[in-house]
């Protein structure tokens, strides 16, 4: 089993809906949990990270954490056609020496 | 700033040939990462180096592969002989270890590798 697991979709959704990305993890140690999107043929960059539990929101995305079912949330408001990527949960555990886990990817598509 | 530079972007070879993946990180970062990404495994770390040592290689495959960090700004990854399994995009990316939560990896575009 992996530690960090992810559906890989694809997703597809009209423009406007409210997404829900999740990604599962097994290793009770990781406190950094973070959110890179990665649009085709680039590579990933951060697009947010939040410290052990709770939730933190920028502008159309919030991120959560709840580490006591170790499960992880990006929603994503209104979405829109240039939200289409892949998004991939990361995640590492304190002293790691910035050491990422990473989930497989889940491909999104927003359709007009 | 440039960001992480990769070269080359694509790269096709035969099996058994040797293939040599160049980056430069972005200046002033202290930690080096290597990727490979493929559809079934995802983004798996290869191995990493912090102020050009190797911290971390257990990523890496098996002995065919190596990598090696001369300096701050250059390091390679080789795969001596290739084979048709290594095919993926393998991606570089550094960061700058400030012990906050947010030390973001920065990744480069990716080599594209095609073993035939």
Redesign the interface.
């Known amino acids: 089993q992996k530690e960090v697991e ?1 559906d890989p979709g694809p997703l597809s959704v009209p423009e406007g809906a409210i997404v829900s990305l999740n990604c599962t993890y097994s290793n009770s140690a990781f406190q ?1 949990f973070m959110w890179y999107r990665q649009y085709s ?6 697009l947010m ?3 052990s539990s709770g939730n933190k929101e920028d502008g159309r995305f919030t991120a959560q954490v709840d580490k006591s079912s170790k499960y992880i949330s990006l929603f994503i408001r209104d979405s829109q056609p240039s939200d289409s990527a892949t998004y ?1 949960c990361a995640m590492r555990i304190t002293g790691g ?9 889940t491909q999104l598509k927003v359709e007009l | 700033d440039a960001g992480v530079i990769q070269s080359p972007r694509h790269e096709v070879t035969e099996m058994g040939q040797e293939v040599t993946l160049r980056c430069k990180p972005i200046s002033g970062h202290d930690y080096l990462f290597w990727y490979r990404q493929t559809m079934m495994r995802g983004l798996e770390l290869l191995i990493y180096f912090n102020n050009n040592v190797p911290i971390d290689d257990s990523g890496m495959p098996e002995d065919r592969f190596s990598a090696k960090m001369p300096n701050a700004s250059f390091s390679t990854l080789k795969i001596q002989p290739s084979e048709p399994r290594d095919s993926a995009v393998y991606f570089c990316a550094s960061s700058l270890a400030r012990r906050l939560a947010s030390d973001t990896q920065y990744f480069g575009p990716g080599t594209r590798l095609t073993v035939l």
């Open positions: 992810q950094y043929r680039k590579g990933p960059e951060l990270y939040t410290y991939l020496g910035n050491k990422l886990t990473f989930g497989t990817g």
